[in-house]
T-cell receptor, first 110, second 110 residues
């Protein structure tokens, strides 16, 4: 069974700090990696994707991928209370399927 | 106004009853998906459809059925065979990674 693992949290950080969210995956053949944000009671929305080893930056968000270690992370700089949400890591399992982790709940304290 | 819609927002099912959840998209996407989310859990794939008149079972298809007669529509029926249907149901469309989600339907059992 292909799996995506995340710490459920909550991860609590003060406003302005860097939040670091981590995800590991079991399928070495996975090619594409995604981070979705889900506010309580709402549907997920895509915030970042990464295909190649290394870092990808988009505004305050940085996705990091290490395929050798089967590890993907999301860094949120200058965290804001509005970043408080559950962050879902997702990995492609085939050409038409995504496997989602159970999510990490992030709390940003004012 | 482009997007993906789901109805109803809340749905109550009686014992032994089949209920149908609606999903419509006007994004011109070929692929559509149905997920189930339980509290504190990630998304689990129920069914997906890559093209009109074709669909495949996901990881937890038992007790559910779908149809894809039109590109825009992908309704999900929760049958009486699904013994634990209480969950948040999310419909999505798009490529496997870049999925756009509808607002979701909460199904509760009376």
């Amino acid at each position: 069974q292909k799996e995506v693992e995340q710490n459920s949290g909550p991860l609590s950080v003060p406003e302005g700090a860097i939040a670091s969210l981590n995800c590991t995956y079991s399928d070495r053949g996975s090619q594409s990696f995604f981070w979705y944000r889900q506010y309580s009671g709402k549907s997920p929305e895509l915030i970042m994707f990464i295909y190649s080893n290394g870092d990808k930056e988009d505004g305050r968000f940085t996705a990091q991928l290490n395929k050798a270690s089967q590890y993907v992370s999301l860094l949120i700089r200058d965290s804001q209370p509005s970043d408080s949400a559950t962050y879902l890591c997702a990995v492609t399992a085939s050409s038409y399927k995504l496997i989602f982790g159970s999510g990490t709940r992030l709390l940003v304290r004012p | 106004d482009g997007g993906i819609t789901q109805s109803p927002k809340y749905l109550f099912r009686k014992e032994g009853q089949n209920v149908t959840l609606s999903c419509e998209q006007n994004l011109n996407h070929d692929a559509m998906y149905w997920y189930r989310q339980d509290p504190g859990q990630g998304l689990r794939l129920i069914y997906y459809s890559q093209i009109v008149n074709d669909f495949q079972k996901g990881d937890i298809a038992e007790g559910y059925s779908v149809s894809r007669e039109k590109k825009e529509s992908f309704p999900l029926t929760v049958t009486s065979a699904q013994k634990n249907p209480t969950a948040f149901y999310l419909c999505a469309s798009g490529s496997p990674g870049t999925q756009y989600f509808g607002p979701g339907t909460r199904l509760l059992v009376l």
